[in-house]
């Protein structure tokens, strides 16, 4: 029993957008795809245990799912049979020259730069990662009605302004996968520093999901460099997920964490693929200059052996790449480690007009002031860190600074 | 497919037909119409003479009701249209970004309803 329970969690886990993909090509319509494979394991839920598990999970669901699209349709009747037959076929004619999973079409739907953001990271989540309603509306701390609503709006446009379902060409490729990038970060960011006033520290759902759904994405599209810099960047963040909140829900910095607690697995698996990415010669873009970053930190057995002009070698980088205030800022953190907090202090303070409203700003400007020994500055900048900053462990952790300055 | 690209006028730009810049635009746009007739998308295209120009009329109660002006006041506004022929959003987005390009203004994209009445 629990075997079969395994299997299906198992066969959902590794079926389901393959099912969705797949019937959403076959029947050119996300709802009827969505609905067939939410049907076809929910059949699967019912008659698995008494029949047994079928030898192709795969296969069994891709077949149950279509017969249950094709009764849907009947159902409704609002095709003739002709035209069903039509539109089943109309999309199966699939260029030669483009990646063929159906998988990848469907990412690239669910991510289409004519949806909100916000509907791309919804429609992403529960398409491609299978996640129910409920569990996204509870990840993003909106009602399920509103969730649900986001959906069906997402795939009535898909529909009606015939968003097409096909791997973009390949001018546009660069530009739609950096598109399908951002949704997958934004996944994991949300996971990891998630933001609410009484929000759990982490999601480790969230962080998860982001983790596989960019697995995917670099095993569908291996030559895409940013999407291995991506899950490198990933895994070699996540890898330190256990040791960034202490058991009291307060956020340990990088200097204080406990280092032995690090995932060995995920940091091994990110710097193979930092190195891989390295070997290739190419030029990095912004993640993988990212992951080069956290390679760095996860290759350094102790804070104090960090090595951090390699540090700031890569953060110049991508400064030339992106020359933001929120890169400068994290530049210059890098700075204060190397050459002390004065000289960063100076690289902090013109970032103010830009960053006033971004708590990561005031938190880097009080913890350089509190090791220059200004006190009553530090402390007015903490105060500043604190009421902007959304997330709980974040904001433990920096009321204990304020509150150690005596 | 049928796609309504709209172009929105949000005072960014000229309108005086002497000046260099919009006989520039212009230019542009007939070029951009003779690329939709030779690719087959071009279906309909036209300016609008400006909102001040318009009139509303309602007459859905006993007697019609005139208004001078548009239905809704805004800086913002229609000031001509495209409707082009494509097979899908994404062929509908490449005009339109090429469209907005030649006319220098916003554009909006959406679709019209088929024959069938399909949404």
């Known amino acids: 029993m629990i075997d079969v329970r395994a299997a299906i969690v198992r066969a959902h886990h590794d079926e389901w957008a393959r099912v969705v993909a797949a019937l959403a090509r076959r029947f050119g319509d996300l709802d009827i795809a969505e609905d067939a494979a939410a049907e076809a394991f929910a059949t699967a839920v019912e008659r698995w245990p008494v029949e047994g598990v079928p030898r192709n ?25 002709k035209q069903m037959q039509a539109q089943m076929l109309a999309d199966d004619a699939s260029d030669p020259y483009t990646i063929d999973d159906d998988r990848l079409r469907l990412i690239f739907t669910c991510c289409h730069p004519a949806l909100a953001m916000e509907t791309r990271v919804a429609l992403t989540l529960r398409l491609v990662g299978g996640l129910t309603v ?66 759990d520290p982490l999601r480790p759902g969230l962080t998860a999901e982001a983790i596989r759904l960019a697995r995917l994405i670099h095993a569908l599209l291996p030559e895409e460099g940013e999407a291995a810099g991506l899950l490198a960047l990933m895994l070699l963040t996540e890898a330190r997920r256990e040791a960034r909140v202490s058991p009291k829900g307060e956020l340990v910095s990088l200097a204080e964490q406990d280092r032995r607690v690090w995932d060995a697995a995920f940091v091994a698996e990110g710097h193979a693929l930092v190195r891989e990415r390295l070997a290739s010669g190419k030029a990095p873009g912004r993640y993988q200059i990212l992951a080069a970053i956290g390679a760095v930190h996860t290759s350094a057995r102790t804070f104090r052996e960090t090595d951090w002009s390699q540090v700031v070698a890569l953060y110049d980088q991508l400064v030339r790449l992106d020359p933001s205030p929120v890169v400068a800022l994290n530049r210059a953190i890098a700075v204060g480690e190397l050459d002390g907090p004065q000289v ?59 509150d150690e300055l005596g | 497919m049928q796609y309504l690209i709209s172009v929105i006028d949000d005072g960014q730009s000229g309108t005086d037909v002497n000046d260099p810049a919009v006989q520039a635009e212009m230019a542009a746009v007939d070029a951009f119409n003779d690329r939709l007739r030779a690719e087959g998308n071009w279906v309909y295209a036209n ?42 959003l994404d062929v509908a987005l490449a005009l339109a970004t090429a469209g907005s390009k030649a006319c220098n203004r916003k554009v909006e994209v959406r679709p019209l309803h088929g024959p069938e009445g399909e949404a």
């Open chain 2, 47 to 88: 300016g609008l003479a400006g909102p001040e120009t318009a009139t509303v009329i309602d007459n859905r109660g006993d007697a019609p009701i005139v208004t001078d002006g548009p239905f809704v006041e805004s800086k913002e506004y229609m000031a001509g249209f495209w409707i082009v022929e494509a097979p899908d």
């Open chain 1, 344 to 402: 960063a202090l100076a690289l902090v303070e013109p970032l103010g007009d830009a960053l006033a409203g971004y708590h990561a700003y005031h938190a880097t400007r009080a913890d350089l002031l509190r090791r220059l020994g200004w006190t009553e500055a530090a402390r007015a900048a903490y105060a500043a860190a604190i009421g902007l900053a959304g997330n709980t462990a974040e904001t433990a952790y920096l009321a204990r600074r304020r």
């Open chain 1, 134 to 199: 409920p569990e996204i509306a509870r990840a993003f701390l909106v009602q399920e009605s509103t969730m649900g609503q986001r959906i069906s709006r997402a795939k009535a446009k898909i529909r009606a302004a015939r968003i097409p379902y096909r791997v973009p060409s390949a001018d546009d490729l660069p530009l739609r996968v950096s598109g399908v990038l951002a949704v997958l970060f934004l996944i994991y960011n949300e996971g990891y520093l998630p933001t609410g006033a009484d929000s």
């Open chain 1, 57 to 81: 999970p795969g296969a069994w669901l891709t077949t149950t799912a279509s017969r249950k699209a094709i009764d849907r349709l009947r159902r409704e009747n609002q095709r003739g049979e």
